[in-house]
Each structure stands twice: as structure tokens, then as C-alpha cells.
């Protein structure tokens, strides 16, 4: 399917709830009059399926109306909401209008996900998840993995395989997503502690974040679940996608950018030419954008470059303390396995393993 048939719509920034890790856009955009018309020019344009996504799409009034434009003319619809508005009634509405409803799960410990989420509502988490379970549509769990949770993974999945779930989507955090990180001290130092320790060329990098994920993808696959898929910040197989906010920009999200690139505006440039807009930037590759997509690469702890021959000197390998060696070489081989799961291959893979 090409990717423009995909569109994540950011349906609103407004939010009950105040996430520590929270990554929505920063910008204003909430529904208005244009949310019929942009829902009625996703159909007659041929999109096939759209992600509708926020802040919290069910504080939108706007949001029924488009759900049942989307429906009506088969296009596969998913919601993802924080879970706290679905109530039994609510819940029998939507599975009406939308074929897949996504809700987080972060931790089953109460005060870790009370921590994360800034609210212990992990009882309406378990209460909507069996609720669900007993409809027909799709249910979607994401995770956001952090320096916090990313050792409760394991213990998430042995809750969720005692019920139903269709797809488990566990995020490595990315504080670049993390608008207001910046906003104060306070706030700052709050991301950082999502991230945990940064890569150092003394430990060659194997007690950051990303080393942990690895290795809790490690844990992962030997459950052999396909439902459950581990999302990397740069990933190569990420399936680049239209981005609608309700003003009707679209951005465009590819797999190394570190922001999404605009593109135009349905409303204004008409849906046809954003689309082409959107596949001739695409086509030009990952370069189109050099400078994000050689800060994505410099940012990488020294085992990910290790992994590739000329992304590394000799001298810092020699800084690495020999007592992180295997560790470094065991990492080495998780992200070289990772990268030719994803159809890419080191440059020289006699050099990758040192």
C-alpha cells in the first residue's frame, strides 16, 4: 500500500492527562468546522486507513461525526486514547464506528504507572482491557519503554497473554520527541531520568537506554509472538506516513528525521498535489534531509558504530574499560542481527564484530 493511503490524523492537543514522557506536537491544534471536510477528503481521495490520535481524541465533539464519514466508506479506522473516557457505554459506541482501539499499558505496577501517567489509573486499564476483549474490534496496547519500565516489559506480557490483544507496540523513549523538555530545570532533568544513563566511550555505551532495549528485544523474542513489535528511534524499516493535523497540514514522518517535514495543506493546495509533494520528497532518500540524518548517526552509542566499519576510531575503542568487552560485543551482534532483520547489512561485516 503506498504510504500516503496512511494517514496518522493529530485530532486534537487537548488532554486530561499530564505524562511525563508525553511527545504530542508542539503546537496548537484542536478540531474545528474543517474535521467533516478533511474526514470527506481522506474518502475521496482513496486513503485506506487512518490513525486518529492526539492529545485525546474523545474530548473532541467533532469526533463521532468523522468517525462515521470514515466508516461508512470502509476506511480501516483506529483510535488511540488514554482509556480514560471509555466507559461501558462509550465503549459499545465506538466499536460502531472504528476497527481497532489502541489504549496504553506501561507498567502493571500501580506506582510505576501512576509515575508515568501522573495518575494511578491501572484498574481502567485492566477494566476497559476485559471489556474489549469482549468485542469484535482490534485491540492495540502501546508502551512507551523508558529508563523507569523497560524492566517491567516482560511482566506487561505475561498479563496481557492470559487475554486477548492483537498487536503490543513497545516504543524506545525518544526525549527528542519531548517538546517542553526544556521548559525548566525541573523539567529537564525529569526527560533525563526517562532516559536513564547517556553512552560513554569508558563503558563503550552499554548502559544507555538503547542497550536496554536490545536487550529487553532479546528477552522478547523468545515468547515468539509476532503480535508483540519493538519500534527503535531509528529503525530502517520505519514506513514513512502523512501526518494531518486538523488545520489540514500535513507533515510528513520518515525513519531517521528528527521532526516531521511540512508539506502542505489539503484545504489550501487540494489533496493531490500534497500527496505528490509528499512521494517526491520521499523519493529523494534518506539525504534529502543530510544534516538530521548525519546527527542521527553521530548519535549513536559506540557499539552501533562499532558495528559499522569507518563509524569509529581506534582510539576510542581503546578508552572502552575491558570489563564491558563481552557486553559490548554481545550488543554489537543484537543490533547487527536487528538492522539485517530490517534488510540493511554493515558496510564490511568481517569488521563488525571486533
Known amino acids: 500500500m503506498e504510504f500516503w493511503k496512511r494517514v496518522h490524523w493529530f485530532f486534537t492537543s487537548q488532554c486530561n492527562e499530564r505524562c511525563r514522557f508525553c511527545f504530542k506536537p508542539d503546537f496548537d491544534r484542536n478540531p474545528s468546522e474543517n474535521a467533516v471536510t478533511l474526514a470527506g477528503l481522506l474518502v475521496d481521495n482513496y486513503v485506506k486507513e487512518v490513525i486518529i490520535t492526539g ?9 463521532d461525526g468523522c468517525l462515521e464519514i470514515l466508516h461508512d466508506n470502509g476506511i480501516d479506522t483506529s483510535i488511540h486514547t488514554n482509556a480514560t473516557f471509555l466507559s461501558p457505554a462509550r465503549i459499545k459506541d465506538l466499536t460502531l464506528l472504528v476497527d481497532d482501539i489502541a489504549i496504553p499499558l506501561d507498567s502493571v505496577d500501580r506506582a510505576t504507572q501512576e509515575y508515568l501517567r501522573k495518575r494511578d489509573y491501572l484498574p481502567q486499564i485492566k477494566r476497559v482491557l476485559r471489556q474489549l476483549q469482549d468485542t469484535n474490534v482490534r485491540i492495540g496496547i502501546h508502551t512507551v519503554a523508558t529508563a523507569i519500565n523497560i524492566n517491567h516489559i516482560p511482566r506487561i506480557y505475561d498479563f496481557l497473554s ?10 524506545e523513549f525518544n526525549p527528542n520527541l519531548v517538546f517542553d523538555r526544556f521548559k525548566s530545570i525541573a523539567r529537564f532533568k525529569e526527560v533525563e531520568k526517562l532516559r536513564g544513563a547517556k553512552a ?6 552499554v548502559n544507555c537506554l538503547f542497550a536496554d532495549f536490545l536487550l529487553m528485544e532479546e528477552k522478547m523474542f523468545r515468547y515468539k509472538d509476532k503480535r508483540v513489535q519493538l519500534v527503535g528511534i531509528n529503525d530502517y524499516n520505519r514506513v514513512p506516513y502523512f501526518f494531518l493535523d486538523s488545520k489540514g497540514e500535513v507533515y510528513l514522518a520518515t525513519w ?9 495543506n489539503l484545504l489550501t493546495d487540494g489533496f493531490r498535489k500534497v500527496r505528490n509533494r509528499a512521494i517526491k520528497e520521499y523519493s529523494k532518500g534518506p539525504l534529502y534531509d543530510e544534516e538530521a540524518f548525519i546527527e542521527t548517526e553521530q548519535d549513536q552509542p559506540l557499539w552501533v558504530r562499532a558495528a559499522w ?3 569509529c576510531f581506534s582510539e576510542e575503542l581503546e578508552d572502552v574499560n575491558p570489563e564491558y568487552y563481552n557486553k559490548f ?7 547487527l542481527d536487528r538492522i539485517k532483520r530490517q534488510g540493511k547489512a554493515p558496510r564490511n561485516a568481517e569488521l563488525a564484530i571486533l
Open 200 to 205: 560513554t566511550n569508558s563503558d563503550g555505551g
Open 55 to 63: 492529545g485525546e481524541p474523545l474530548l473532541s465533539k467533532s469526533l
Open 162 to 171: 492470559k487475554g486477548r490483544f492483537d498487536y503490543w507496540r513497545i516504543y
Open 309 to 311: 566499519e569507518g563509524n
Open 256 to 264: 531517521f528525521a528528527q521532526a516531521r517535514k511540512p508539506i502542505g
Open 329 to 335: 560485543r554481545h550488543l554489537s551482534k543484537l543490533y
